[in-house]
């Protein structure tokens, strides 16, 4: 029961877009607005899904009520993938699907490393299902899904880049991630060397 909830939780989001819509309450720039909404939410998905990945490097004992998010960080990864192909596709909406758009995808910085960021979790999205652990065996799988800490930096300057008028929320955010990110590394490193 409680699974089914979370999935659902994490869909909300997009639930209230929709109503959104439907109600005309998108705002005289929806593309804009709803390219805004969905770019920071898969960035809270993302480092939520993080947070938990160091957590578990920690060797946290998470609750026996809680441990269904464990077994559902996989859907919540493909959640915050969909959420960057909107993001995607209402940037080129903005930019009236015209060439221009698909060109500065390699030619601006924050939108080359924005296309970088989108498609490595592009490749560990293909891959979150069972079939492709199966196939690849768990330490090549592994090794493949560690790349998110690659998007993750990426992502965050290409954040920061793009939200210069709010610097300190979104530098407070990615610093949080990174002090947690850099702990648990340190932490597997002392473990190793202890053993």
Known sequence: ???????????????????????????????????HKTGEMALYYLLGNLVLGALIGFGVRFPARLR?????????????????VCHAFLYLAMEGFAPQGFTQLVTKLYLIL????????????????????????FRRWKFIHRFVHLAAAIVTAHVLLIEKGDLVKWGIL??????????????????????
């Open 1 to 35: 029961m409680m699974s089914k909830a979370f999935r659902v939780i994490l869909l909300l989001p997009a639930a209230w877009w929709i109503y959104l819509i439907a109600t005309a309450q998108y705002g005289a720039d929806p593309a804009k607005s709803f390219n």
């Open 68 to 84: 269904f998010v464990l077994l559902h960080r996989r859907f919540l990864g493909v959640v915050t993938f969909l959420f960057l």
């Open 114 to 137: 924005g296309l970088s960021a989108w498609l490595i979790l592009l490749v560990l999205t293909l891959t979150s299902n069972d079939f492709s652990l199966k196939k690849l065996g």
């Open 174 to 195: 990615m610093g949080l991630l990174w002090a947690i990110q850099v702990a648990c590394f340190v932490y597997r490193k002392t473990k190793k060397t202890t053993h």
